[in-house]
């Protein structure tokens, strides 16, 4: 079992930034990459980006490449998503999500979810 706590969230003005922390408990020996996703109301949940547990490389998606930049710190088994420029359409509850694939694409190669943090930017 891997356990997720999400925190950081907040209400930010547009063009400020947030950090938001996803802190890692369990069998973390398993993990081999970490994702963020966003949902906003009425709408489907939607990739941001992830990072290899192993190798620091990330991916990002085209909306938020550039302003968006995730990073993990492995001893404190933690990963943090900077967010910066924000805005009001980056208004959604975000999650973080552990696979065990190093491969992890779509929502279904994630075994495992945090509970969210909401992030409101204001225009």
């Given at each position: 079992?891997?356990?997720?706590v ?12 947030l ?17 963020w ?14 990072v ?20 993990r ?16 359409e ?34």
């Amino acid at each position: 079992q891997v356990q997720l706590v999400e925190s950081g969230g907040g209400l930010v003005q547009a063009g400020g930034s947030l950090r938001l922390s996803c802190a890692v408990a369990g069998r973390t020996f398993s993990i081999k990459t970490v994702g963020w996703f966003r949902q906003a109301p009425g709408k489907e949940r939607q990739f941001v980006g992830d990072v290899s547990y192993i190798t620091g490389i990330t991916n990002y998606a085209d909306s938020v490449k550039g302003r968006f930049t995730i990073s993990r710190d492995n001893a404190r088994k933690t990963v943090y998503l900077q967010m910066n420029s924000l805005k009001p359409e980056d208004t959604a509850v975000y999650y973080c999500a552990v696979s065990r694939s190093a491969r992890a694409v779509g929502d279904d190669s994630y075994d495992y979810w945090g509970q969210g943090t909401q992030v409101t930017v204001s225009s």
